[in-house]
């Protein structure tokens, strides 16, 4: 259950500006949810690649990776640095089917 | 008064945030068919705008991820996304919440679906709406298929969806149009984006301009999941589409743009008449 509150933290900061400013300063935000210790880690690093790994949605990822100001290439990048370091996604539909040295649409 | 206009399109967020990585001469030929489908449905002159998206997790969680939802205000506000990322401004745009519920109401006849009073929309929506609404001036109706957090809705479910809403635009008297907004093959926000099955995409899209409902209604998720990716299973949408024009299609462009992560379609489909 802990991908799901995972999840439901950047669903919710997602869609709420607010929330993404208290994110910067405030970790209190994550009070409620229930989180694994590395789900934290991951977070308060905005390790793209370790939250991916763990089963992030594509979509979630993807508009957090937005408002955080990561740049595209960057983006698919950290993914696949993600899947060199930690191993192949854990869960979900957004699995991994290229090699980490590809780049599909050359970024 | 009916259904005057049905189409689907592309609604990837690269196809506006990330255009200049595109090859300049297949972009704009992509972007002057979101113009003649612009033109068209100026030209049925509808009242408001059905947008039948697969939305992205700006509204709806696995808390509480209903199959169907349909909204039902006077605005909406989006899209979600960072706006300098995305490039689209974020606005208010007009809805009908005496029409949704008349539509809604319809619908429920033959299918279970959920209404929202608050929704915001997201590129699903935001991207088609920059090329078909550019002065943002027609009413929208949100429209959302779960095709993101499964167990998915079956794509039998997506048809009768479409056959009921269908039903419900020709009980009004508004001038109702419907778009899908998808994608076909595609593996998007992965580190896959810029994947596309064009050999799939092309029989795919046979399969809706021929309107066979049969064809289009035989993919499991699991084949899709396989051969085109989890953003395949926004195909929904255009089977809705399929079923409440019920007439056959025509696909103005269809181009794989691998930045834009997605094989880009634009498409129209007669709106079959329907006995009273």
Known sequence: MSLYYLQKLLYNMNRDPALQKRFANDLTLFDGYELTEEEREALTRGDIG???VLGVNGQILMHFAAFRGVAWKDYLEGMREGVRKYGPVRAGVYAMTSRTDEKVAGL | MSLVFAGVCSHAPGI????????????EAFYANYGKMREALETARPDALVMIAAEHFANFFMNNMPCYAIGMADHYDGPIEDESWLRI?????SGSADLS???IATVMNDVDVAYAEEWKLDHGIAVPLHFLTPRYDLKIVPVNINCQGPP????KRAWA???ALRRAADAVPERIAVVGTGGISHWPATPDSGKINETWDREFLARWKRNDKAALLSYTDEAIYRDAGQGAFEIRTFISVAAAAGGAGQVWFYAPIPVFAVGCTIGVMDVQRRAA
């Open chain 1, 50 to 52: 370790l939250l991916y």
């Open chain 2, 16 to 27: 506006v945030a990330r255009s200049e990585l595109a090859e300049p001469a297949v972009r």
């Open chain 2, 89 to 93: 401004k974020r606005r208010r745009y």
């Open chain 2, 101 to 103: 519920r008349r539509l």
């Open chain 2, 152 to 155: 998915l809705t079956p794509l």
């Open chain 2, 161 to 163: 969806f479409g056959e």
